[in-house]
């Protein structure tokens, strides 16, 4: 059996943390050696996650004070809040350079240090740093992946728009100022921390959109969208809340450019992802489902004719912790280390 | 006390006709006499909805062998299912022609019988009352439907889209070549029928698109804004299902026509609807939640800026069961018979 | 129109407070002079519950500081948490003697004041009205409510197991010592506080017992049983979360005594609540299920048969926030004020 | 890498079947070669289940014609309804007597045909087989099963029961006749079968008992508790329905014998399963929840203190497509291999 890599994990409490413990307790080359969670410190895994109870794993420690060098991480996965994410790694890199780190937060998703303070009111705490993140939308990017050392893992709503959005936008298919994004998510994809919006009563038996019109995820689309059709591309984008706990679901509303018919964009989508592992393109006319991706890292994409003339309507679905999050992240950890990019991966969709 | 009217339901042991069950059984001048249901003719309510238990109701019956002229109905509230409906009302028409019908199928809202075959399939069975028929949607066509025999009632999805849209239509407020109607419903809009797709494990815990470029409501939907805008208007609609029992959301993207802000149309909505007890306007950027209308005959509209200059996001949500269908049926009977618009439908939204 | 009377809503801002509200809005002789929280107050009741925006209600105040004497509320009704509850009612009927007070906290449930402070973990502090208060479950204690100034309203869990077991007892007609109460609750049970514990993916698609062998509700099941038993009775009782918003089911596991069969334990529920309009026993052998009950100020009753002769299974369903709550206050208050007890509770279950 | 064995799932298109066919499709050494499914015969895997559209598997058949010798599975899982599956398993083990069988309908779990006509309600088509099956409670009777030909896979309210309660029965720890097993299961243990009371809106926010008093599966209780306690046992057995998709929780009520505490009880069940890999046996007064088992092959298990003297909770949780079916099914197929017992078992449950 090859070595194994060693693995810490910042911020194992979240879901998308556990998410990654979970993927990564089957991985074959994954050690985890390190799980930090600042308010939980001092406990099991098995006090916050209940469903690690029968695996031996490290105990949850506090970031403050760690040795990065001693540790000597082979990789670091990195779900901490907003903002304490830059100057975490930035310490962290700096101490422990070989390293590589495949950060979850939106911390260095923008190239641009000064959107990104116009986004999250405060300055970038680690502008070199963000020169060489690479944006880590696997199928896109895969290239600068393979070599990066830091990779800036998409956001869940963003992979969902983006992966049948941006090879329409390469092949300038479709018009680029009439995009309407309607994405609906499920609970998880709102994290774990207590708030009176996201108790069970208040969600469950309803639907309601939310950020209407000023969501910071659009930032990230606005970017990758601009480089795809490299000109700027702004899309109308409206988040909703679906009683359930995974899933993403993006209703694309798209206009053909210059004849392009809605089976003209499906044969470009197909064509794009036929060699793809993780994004499955089905039959023209059939449309997918959140449930049929549950617990998988596969995209399902499905586009249709929209009754208006000349338009398609695109739908995305994907797991929002795996390939929305956590699956994407260790299959960027996979290209980084020069392992099979679909090793402990390999999940089928948990359907019902 | 007044005297009470003689009401009839035909279908009460769908999810329609146990809605209306619910409102007549308190609504003062109703007094039920009449239940009918096919395939459970000879069961009790309480048979078929356990939680009439408490109540006596007339026994179910079949229709066929009813004798109309001597039941001598006031209001026979039509829940069949599509097609036979043109019948059954054409023969109680017949043979009691004071009966005042409200019907909630489908069977007489499309005032062109050629677009009606087109979209369903076969002749309607009952041309000559199509041209007595008044479309349902009370807050549009109140003073036509105050003197009504025969009442369409809208559909759940429609009276959705068409409460927000119908006023902005009118008023030539947005463009009418770009109006993208996506639209989300919980189960009960399905129906009772017992089919795989709507199975408890089929629907939970997931979300999806369907009828995708295709659904049926549309041909309502191209009626009533063609002629609210006084020419045709070929909207987009993409109904979705929500793990839900309850409530339709619609995310209404448009375009202000002629200058028109986001902040305009809101003024004109708010101003349409100022006197209306069910259709609530909220102030401008709150958009509602499907919850927050549960179990009442309520309509909230929320207007916010899209960030694509120019555009403005309109979301309206009802209970599909209630203002999307029973709560009107009784609101449009009210009117029909001259009762106080209001009268048995002031419950409180039940949230959580 | 009778002269409406003056109500106090202390606590509006969680789910029982709302409930109360959305019933006292449409009840003929309720006007809501006063809405307290202590987070939330200087809000609107629309900015902490959307579904009231479209009615005029009191601005939520603080309770500090409000001048009892000057408010002469007819009635106040109590939905603070437990402990601050004894303080602020002894103040009240300190300043306003004439106000009568249903209180939903558990602080006025126990007439003992030593069981007291063993199952909540500290002095009582209003022990001279702790000797005045009525225990409110209605059907049981009616005679006594009517002349009470100071009513305890029952907790939901309570309510839902004592229904059925008190007829039972008190007709001596099962064995004391092997009852077995498995209780089943909607997550509004469990309030409005934002825990990790309450969140939408922490609860739904999965189902737990919580507080095995110690929970605080017993203490009000021990008291009223012994009472309805003339001795000391102690029973199992286990509570677990449903993910669902409203309802409690009780599967009561228990033996017939001196040869009472189950249909013998049917009769006498079904004799003793056969005039009761909030309390329905089903046919023997059918069972109820919660979401009949729903929005309902109903307690439906189920007898069948257990497998092993001489047992039987009674089970009890009711809507914790109505019937486990505040419907069952609001009929309280009908008998304190000498109103007919069923006026504004006329609601019919909303299924589904 | 080891040559494949050739797999038949007969009844693919259940929840159980699909169950199967996930986990097969990563099981190092299967080979799925055949897939039956009666009204789908003729479609692909991916017309029943839209998960598995990115994966390359047989086409659905008929059973009739096909031609078993020459097929000569391996291994034939079967997930038929009741009373097929003798007629069929007959037939396929008269014409391939090397195919090992995995049953997971009832027909072959009662040892005594008797019993079997009596609770199914006809003769016992096949039983001569019956002699040879080997009742699948992989941890109880693990022996037996490694050479057998026909397992008879225990039902999933069965196994969730049995594990917490065969090792006490065996160490004769609890006293026999007041055993009450409260039962709580997710939906698709009902099966796809399209029924009105399986509908999204029949089954979400409610909870409710059924077949009170006279559930089929007491029969396989009856057998291996008495089987293991070495005289007659009857348990009091009410079983629920959960709005969740997977997971069976059993809350287990008894009283020690001749002093055995509930510590006692728990210390009995953790050095039972001490070293099992799917059961886990929590620390004393922890309980489980269904959610953190879904999707995996464990049962967890807790024991508390009743607050009744002598008397202890015990309650179990396991996911019944899993551990309750499917995943059983692939437990016990890899005992009849003789392949290593956990083999393409090692998921990790899905929490969220």
């Known amino acids: 059996m090859a070595v194994k890599a060693k693995i810490g994990v910042l911020g194992a409490s979240g879901y998308t943390g556990g998410e990654l413990v979970r993927i990564l307790l089957r991985h074959p080359r994954a050690d985890i050696v390190l799980l930090t969670a600042e308010r939980?410190?001092?406990?099991?895994?098995r006090d916050v996650f209940q469903h690690f109870s029968p695996f031996a794993l490290p105990q949850l420690v506090a970031?403050?004070?760690?040795?990065?060098?001693?540790?000597?991480?082979?990789?670091?996965?990195?779900?901490l809040p907003h903002a304490t994410t830059q100057k975490v790694i930035?310490?962290?890199?700096?101490?422990?350079?070989?390293?590589?780190v495949v950060d979850l937060?939106?911390?260095?998703?923008?190239a641009d240090t000064v959107?990104?303070?116009k986004w999250y009111g405060h300055e970038h705490h680690a502008p070199d740093l963000q020169k060489e993140a690479v944006y880590g939308l696997t199928e896109i990017h895969r290239r600068e992946i393979r070599n990066a050392r830091l990779v800036a893992n998409p956001g869940c709503y963003t992979s969902c728009a983006q992966l049948p959005l941006i090879p329409l936008l390469k092949n300038k298919a479709i018009e680029l100022d009439e995009i309407v994004v309607d994405a609906k998510s499920g609970m998880t994809g709102a994290g774990r921390a207590a708030k009176e919006s996201m108790l069970f009563s208040e969600v469950s038996e309803g639907f309601h959109a939310y950020g209407v019109g000023h969501h910071r995820h659009v930032a990230e689309l606005d970017q990758e969208f601009s480089l795809a059709a490299e000109r700027e591309v702004i899309v109308s984008f409206t988040p909703h809340?679906?009683?359930?706990n995974r899933g993403i679901l993006s209703t694309i509303y798209v206009r053909g450019r210059r004849g392009r018919t809605p089976e003209d964009l499906h044969a470009i989508l197909l064509k794009f992802y036929m060699k793809e592992p993780f994004v499955h393109v089905l039959p023209f006319g059939e449309t997918p489902q959140t449930r049929h991706v549950r617990g998988s890292n596969m995209t399902f994409i499905g586009v249709a004719k929209d009754r208006i003339p000349g338009r398609a309507i695109v739908i995305s679905a994907l797991d929002n912790l795996v390939k929305g999050a956590s699956g994407q992240a260790i299959q960027n950890m996979n290209l980084v280390m020069g392992w099979p990019e679909t090793m402990g991966l390999e999940q089928v969709a948990l359907f019902p």
């Open 40 to 45: 939980s410190a001092g406990k099991a895994m």
């Open 63 to 79: 970031i403050d004070g760690l040795d990065w060098a001693n540790l000597a991480l082979d990789v670091a996965f990195c779900a």
């Open 90 to 100: 930035k310490e962290l890199l700096a101490k422990s350079p070989t390293t590589k």
């Open 105 to 110: 937060s939106a911390d260095f998703r923008l």
């Open 115 to 117: 959107a990104y303070a």
């Open 241 to 244: 809340l679906v009683p359930m």
